[in-house]
């Protein structure tokens, strides 16, 4: 089975310790617009449509034709998008903690309306005591996860991080944003999964109609919402199970 991860607002997940941790789906990380391989691609008027249209044409150019999906944070909204607008490329969608309504955005829309200098002196800040960073989002300050954490911080510029959060923003506060996410729990040709953090799952704006209509919903334990950090293997544990029989 084919595994499509798309990261958050800041970083990537194209981490060697959590892909080695896979033992049998073929994990494809992508980097969205202005991140990583294409941080030099303007993301100023990448929406989260063309963000997901930008993940169908990588899954293509590597030639997969179905995979299972999984949006954190972010990435969330884009996959749920990547399964309205390419809903053949898209076997499962799992949600990991991904923004359900502009409530999971409250970040994202603090730094869409605030001057880019903002931003810039934020992943500063950030990056002179990384293990602060950690800290104060759950995550134990271990010598690979301040490693990863740097290399997170660098993986984009700062106007990358600002556009995004706009554009999230701008994605979640239509009420037909929720409307199409109940859509995509009840295809019968789809399987919706939901993974959440144990300690920021309360904060998480899962409706109870997309719980009830979810394939499942998994609470990661000893974790919140940079869960990927916290335990790359049992990270990696759970996605398998929802796809692999």
């Known amino acids: ?43 100023e008027q990448a929406s989260i449509d063309q963000q997901a249209d930008h993940v169908a044409a990588q899954m293509k150019q590597s030639g997969i034709q179905s995979a299972a999906v999984a949006g954190h944070s972010v990435g969330g909204a884009v996959a749920a998008q990547l399964a309205l607008r ?6 499962t969608l799992i949600s990991v903690e991904g923004n359900i309504s502009l409530n999971d955005a409250f970040w994202s829309a603090d730094i869409a309306k605030k001057p880019l200098a903002y931003t810039e002196n934020l992943i500063t ?16 300050a271990t010598p690979w996860a301040i490693e ?20 999230v923003v701008a994605a979640t506060t239509p009420d ?7 859509t995509l729990v009840q295809r019968a040709d789809l399987a919706v999964h939901f993974v959440a953090g144990e300690h920021s799952a309360e904060d998480w704006d899962v409706s109870p109609v997309l719980r009830e209509h979810a394939s499942s919903y998994t609470l990661i334990p000893n974790s919140g919402h940079l869960m990927m950090l916290d335990n790359p293997a049992e990270f990696a544990t759970i996605l398998e199970k929802l796809i692999v029989p």
């Open 148 to 167: 990863v954490a740097n290399d997170w911080l660098s993986n984009q510029p700062a106007e990358t991080i600002r556009n995004q959060a706009a554009a």
């Open 86 to 91: 390419h809903p053949g490329l898209v076997q």
């Open 176 to 182: 037909s944003y929720r409307d199409n996410l109940n």
């Open 1 to 43: 089975m084919n595994l499509v991860l798309i990261h958050g607002l800041i970083g990537h997940l194209r981490m060697p310790k959590l892909q080695a941790a896979f033992s049998s789906a073929a994990v494809l990380p992508i980097d969205l617009i202005g991140y990583g391989q294409f941080r030099h691609q303007s993301a």
């Open 125 to 140: 800040e950030y990056q002179k005591n990384i293990a602060t960073w950690l800290a104060r989002a759950g995550v134990k």
